[in-house]
C-alpha cells in the first residue's frame, strides 16, 4: 500500500525509477520469444526459397501488415535507450521494410525477387543469433553521473 501511495504522489514529471530502459536485456523471456520467432520466419523463408516461390504478397492487406510492423519497431526504438536492443529492433525493421518495399512493387524481375528472399532470410537468421544472444549476457550496468 505504501508503494501506491508514495506513486500516487508524484507529479507527471518526475521520473519513474522502477522502469528500466531494458526492454530485453534484463528478462529471459523476451529473447527467447524473439529468437524463436525469427527462427520460425527463417524457416518460412528457407522453405519459400527452396521451394522457387520467390513472389511476395502484393495485396492491400500485406503491405498494411508489413507497414503496422514498420511503425511498431520504430516506435520501439524510440522506446529504448539500449545500443543492443535498438540494433535488434534495426535488424527487424530493415526485414520489414524489405517485405514492404517488396510488396509495394510486385512485377519484379524473378532474380530481385529471389534476391530479396535470401537477404530476409539472412535477416532472420542474424536477428535470431543476436536475439540469442541477449540470454547470455547481463543487464549493462548505469553509468555513475
Known sequence: MEALADNFGRTRNEPDS??????LCGSRFWPIS???GCLYLAWLSWERIH???YAWPDDLWAMLAYGVWVVFLLVLMAETHCFRERLLFS???ANFALGLLMAATPHLHPMT???AREMSL???????CYSASFV??????????
Open 51 to 53: 521451394g522457387q516461390q
Open 122 to 128: 539472412a535477416l532472420w537468421l542474424l536477428g535470431a
Open 136 to 145: 547470455f549476457r547481463n543487464v549493462p550496468a548505469a553509468r555513475a553521473s
Open 91 to 93: 535488424i527487424l525493421l
Open 18 to 23: 522502477s522502469r528500466t530502459p531494458h526492454l
Open 34 to 36: 524473439a529468437s524463436l
Open 113 to 115: 525477387a529471389r534476391t
